[in-house]
């Protein structure tokens, strides 16, 4: 019987683990409380040192973990999809590199948000319907001044998906925490 390895280090990462991430910005921690048990607010996918992910700042895009790790401060645990074609992921993955990030959240956007880019690339997981409570109310007060600065419905209910549900999927297997360095 083999044991998961609690830490791994850069180079330990095989071509398309999965990054799933937390911190302590106020949008991280209104994603989190969306599900009470939820702890990851970011996700992306690891290729030749980069990881490709989508962010409100730079849109779909590929940056150097390393970099990433030491600007953004983030806890990350990684996870493996066992059936993935990693050459494959990866061209599909350049695909979209420079599209805008969707900070709507909506299913049809032009754009894509940072779990609905890692669907596109590897699409084994389901949709569920979006949800933007706190636990206590069914829209919390940070998902309504959000939308409103937006100056857009909140799409609650609309399919989509988000980084903590994705990482409770059947096809994926934890792999450790990252080491911090």
């Known amino acids: 019987m083999s044991k998961i390895k609690n830490t ?6 095989q071509q398309g683990d999965l990054l799933f991430m937390m911190d302590s910005s106020d949008i991280s921690k209104a994603i989190t409380e969306i599900k009470q048990d939820s702890i990851y607010s970011h996700v992306g ?6 990881i490709y992910h989508a962010t ?7 940056q150097s973990l390393r970099s990433y790790l030491k600007e953004e401060s983030k806890l ?28 709507g959240f909506y299913p049809e956007s032009e754009g894509l948000y940072c779990s609905q880019y890692i669907t596109k690339l590897i699409p084994v997981f389901e949709t569920i319907p979006m949800k933007f409570g706190d636990g ?10 959000y939308y409103k600065e937006l100056g857009t419905e909140i799409p609650l209910n609309q399919p989509g998906t ?4 994705l990482s409770l999927s059947k096809h994926l297997t934890f792999i450790g925490e990252l080491e911090q360095f």
Do not use: C, H
């Open 8 to 13: 791994l280090t850069i180079n330990e990462l």
């Open 45 to 50: 996918i690891y290729f030749d040192g980069l």
């Open 56 to 62: 409100p700042k730079l849109g779909v895009n590929k």
């Open 76 to 103: 990350v645990s990684v996870y493996r999809y066992a059936d993935i074609d990693a050459q494959k992921v990866k061209t599909e993955a350049e695909k979209y590199i420079g599209l805008a990030y969707n900070a």
């Open 136 to 145: 206590v109310k069914e829209i919390s007060d940070y998902w309504m001044k």
């Open 162 to 165: 988000n980084p903590y549900q």
